[in-house]
């Protein structure tokens, strides 16, 4: 299948108001303005037509930035891309630069700019733009970008934020003597940054993007934190909820204790009595960079894990009461014992109870919405790779995780007679589910490894290859006696994944997600969540508006209170059920 590109009227407006503004309302102007004083009465103007707010004109200095907010899952990548091409043939700008914070991200950029350079040039009837990704193995590649070719470099704030990065080192030869990004600033590009937040939140990431010698800075973000700059166009998440441009969002919480939430911390060994003091070791998820990872704590009387960790959601447990070294449990003053084992034992019993649900819920989306030619998909964020692959020297096999997947899938397909009109029905149920992991090269030493990690390695670019490169057959139904559908991703309906996955892709068909892992921080929440967010799409790539359908359920591991808290006021105000 392939996917039709539909023409929305708030991305129109999104690009239009930049255009007008560096225009100066003008639609026969042909050069960008940089004389600061009119420029900054044209931005007076965009404002006051989009009722926003003027913050001063400090925007200006030393070069000219905006912000333009797009909701997660409306289309923020084609609205820039648009916004380039626009630029280009209103203004015959040919050098553009887009930052992005992680390689997840370029990797879905970079997707979408081999995919829409036909398209975009066709509805806005100009020249194709030559596109490449930086690398700095290939700097040769920066040479062509100073000519007058219509030239769009993607590459990652990390290529370029540090002394020591090769773009920023001085040649005696080559590169006319001096440093390749010479080859950049000499260009005065028009600069994109994707998710400003990220990129250039610290003063790294601003340095790194004035070294670019901007000629003007297009701020894209669903959540803005710098806003100093003027905010050209909004479409946040009441616009998108109130023009039906998103799914809505249910979650199924976690009830597993009597306080609604799993303790997520557990005794790591027999507690010690050393010097007369007792002290235990216990395991918890303690913040570290902005997320949450698990760490061997130690604990005596009357300490506070909130604290040690400095994780609120640990406030509940209150200051350890008891350490008992006879019977191994460390108790807390709301009554919670830790021992040995207990984390896992209850979250085998969450993790089961989650699963079932998710996949009772995707079957019975698939009898409502196959007729439609919807494909429904369902996304697992895991805690640990080994959990679902575990690594040999025979090969990789399963892990419980993977197997308790087959087993309820088995069990809830079979269970009821309703389910044998699926197209999928007699698909093999290795066959429904598969992962996507950073993966270690393979070597004569070494064979294929998977693990664990952040979602930003250069590992995890196997990853998103992988699933960049399935986009659209993941979207396609598998129907029997149909050869064209028997295909792996047509068959494919479970996806598994650690963290390459929680950003830079998303699917349309993304109906069910569930979250074994911890919960982090809040932008980790908002980011999985963004992967099920857009419109679905039908058989013939058209997207298929249907409020009463269109609901992504969230599985999480924490209370539906705790779940929409974190999302924020303005999304679970509007989306959140």
Known sequence: MQINYEKLGYQKKAVESVIDTLSGHDSTMDKIIVDPEILDESVKKTLLANNGKYPDDTYLSPFPQFNIEMETGTGKTMVYLQTIVALHKQFGENKFIIVV???????????????????????YN??????????????????????????IMLMTVQAFNKGTNVINQEYSEGFFGGRPLD????????????????????????????????????RYSATHKDVQYPLLYEFGPVQAYKEHMVKHIETLGTDVDTDGNIPVVELKEQPKNKDNKLRAKVIAYKAVNGDFDKKVITLSIND???KKTKNPRYNALGLVAEINV??????FENGYRAVIGSLEGEREIWV??????????????????????????SLVFLDEVKNY?????????????????????????????????????NVPVSEVHDGYFAKDKVTKKKPEMYRDSKGDSVKDESAYNAIMADKEGLLTQYVPGRPETDTKSAKLRFIFTHSALKEGWDNPNVFQILTITTPKNDLTRRQKIGRGLRIPVNQEGERVYNDDQNVVTIYANETFEQFAAGLGPRIKSVQVK
């Open 101 to 123: 914070p992680s390689r997840a991200i370029k990797s879905g950029v970079a997707d979408s700019l081999d995919k829409l350079k036909d398209y975009l040039s066709d509805i």
């Open 183 to 218: 080859q950049i600033t000499n260009s005065n590009p028009i600069v994109i940054v994707d998710e400003p937040q990220s990129v250039d939140g610290a003063i790294a990431g601003k340095r790194a993007i004035s070294s670019l010698n901007p000629k003007v800075v297009l």
């Open 352 to 377: 089961t109870s989650q699963m079932q649900a998710m996949i009772r819920d995707h079957l019975d989306r698939e009898l409502r919405m196959q007729s439609q030619g919807i494909k429904v998909l």
């Open 389 to 425: 692959r575990i690594y040999t020297e025979e090969g990789s096999k399963s892990g419980r995780y993977a197997k308790l997947f087959e087993q309820l899938y088995t069990e809830i397909l079979h269970s009821n007679p309703k389910y044998q009109v699926l197209n999928d029905y």
């Open 126 to 151: 100009t020249d194709k733009y030559h596109y490449f990704v930086y690398d700095s193995k290939q700097i040769s590649n920066l040479q062509d970008f100073e000519g007058s070719s219509f030239e």
């Open 326 to 331: 006879l019977e191994s449990f460390v108790e």
């Open 304 to 306: 506070s894990l909130a």
